[in-house]
């Protein structure tokens, strides 16, 4: 009897610790929460991403908008590093593309037009006299139908977009479709898929503005940024290319080793004149090698090291030169001047009206996928 009641134990034990096991396993988590009302009366939910480290992403279904993703300091100390709001209606009337999907053509096209086979199509020109960041209503600006995944390895969030043939001006229906992935390498994995039923040009990025310190106020001049690229684009004073593809050895370009945003941006040089600071597209080293380091910043105060990989062949490095006080941050203060900095992976602005670019149409039967991934670690 006595052998029977032990042997009962020890199997209720293992059970337990099995569960436990288990549970251990499964702490990533997803938060769905009400975020607010457009203005045309949608309902927009906001999912928060956890891993088990403690890292935090919350996106909402509008835009597909990264509000605030928390990060571990040296300390061990989670803060938000992302500029964004605390309400919908900010995101909809003030937002300069804060944390948003970009689509269907992220970065600049020329006085907003293009061909293909010998038809032009005019689009939205919302930026001086160039189209910017795919018209007036981008797929930041719209809702994202959402899902959910989450098991021991990941949270995933799976949004997806039918835009329409003509949409913004834009020829072809495309299916887009954009996963979050969190993982507990502190990694948050952007994987964009779409195809299309007409000839027709795709350049999707995220649009987040970092400040690693999470004073999300102050100055990103200290930040210590590398950038894998031998040359990067000049621009013209309206921010489209040149065509040329210019050498960074010694430009105020030159971010092949790590070097402090505020290092150079002073310069006299009529290209940091034009963007007003950095604003510009760098050639890619390693193209066609697949999912690569391409950039990373480092916050010395706090220690966080942000490392992104990527297998697109440009980024768009920018300092957060438009930002000017006016905005309110989430924590109370203003975004003033170069309080945050985007890293955007893609292809190169105005590529349509630049042949010697790499080519951003896609055909009917085409599969357009790229990835990037955004790697938090301390230092
Ligand atoms: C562009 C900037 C623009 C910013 C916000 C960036 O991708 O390069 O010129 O001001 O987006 O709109």
Redesign the pocket.
């Given at each position: 009897m006595k052998k029977i009641y032990f042997l009962l134990l020890l199997l209720s034990l293992i059970s337990c610790e099995n569960t436990k096991k288990k549970e251990n396993m499964s702490l990533f988590k997803i938060n769905k929460e009400f975020f607010g009302k457009t203005n045309d009366g949608a309902i927009v939910d906001q999912y928060t991403l956890k891993n088990s480290n403690g890292m935090e992403v919350s996106i909402i279904s509008y835009g597909g908008i990264i509000t605030s993703w928390k990060a571990k300091d040296r300390n061990g100390d989670y803060k938000d590093i992302v500029l964004g709001f605390t309400n919908l209606s900010d995101y909809e009337t003030s937002s300069?593309?804060f944390g948003a999907i970009?689509g269907r053509y992220?970065?600049?096209i020329r006085e907003g037009k293009f061909s293909l086979d010998g038809v032009e199509y005019n689009l939205a020109v919302n930026?001086g006299e160039n189209h910017?960041?795919g018209g007036l209503k981008g797929f930041d600006k719209v809702i994202w139908d959402v899902k959910e995944e989450v098991n021991d390895k990941l949270a995933s969030l799976i949004l997806r977009y039918n835009s329409m043939d003509m949409e913004e001006g834009y020829p072809g229906n495309l299916d887009v479709k954009v996963t979050y992935t969190l993982t507990n390498d502190d990694e948050l994995r952007v994987r964009y898929e779409a195809d299309t039923d007409k000839k027709t040009v795709v350049n999707l990025?995220q649009?987040s503005y970092f400040n690693l310190s999470a004073g999300l106020s102050r100055d990103i001049l200290s930040h210590q940024i590398t950038i894998d690229a031998d040359s990067y684009l000049p621009v013209d004073k309206t921010?489209i290319p040149t065509g040329e593809l210019r050498d960074v050895e010694g430009t105020p370009f030159d971010f092949r080793e790590s070097k402090r945003v505020g290092d150079d941006i002073y310069d006299k040089d009529t290209q940091l004149t034009f963007?007003n600071g950095y604003?510009?597209?760098w050639v890619l080293n390693k193209q066609g090698e697949g999912i690569r380091i391409v950039a990373s910043a480092y916050d010395p105060v706090s220690g966080r090291l942000l490392e992104v990989y990527s297998d697109q062949p440009g980024i768009?490095f920018?300092s957060g030169?438009?930002l000017d006080g006016t905005l309110e941050s989430k924590d109370g203060g203003k975004y003033e001047f170069r309080s945050g900095f985007?890293l955007?992976t893609q292809h190169y602005?105005n590529s349509p009206n630049q042949e010697s670019f790499p080519s951003v149409t896609l055909n009917p039967g085409e599969k357009y996928e790229t990835e990037t991934i955004f790697r938090f670690t301390t230092r």
């Open positions: 300069p593309y970009i992220g970065n600049r930026n910017l960041h990025t649009h921010l963007g604003d510009h597209c768009q920018y030169n438009f985007c955007e602005p």
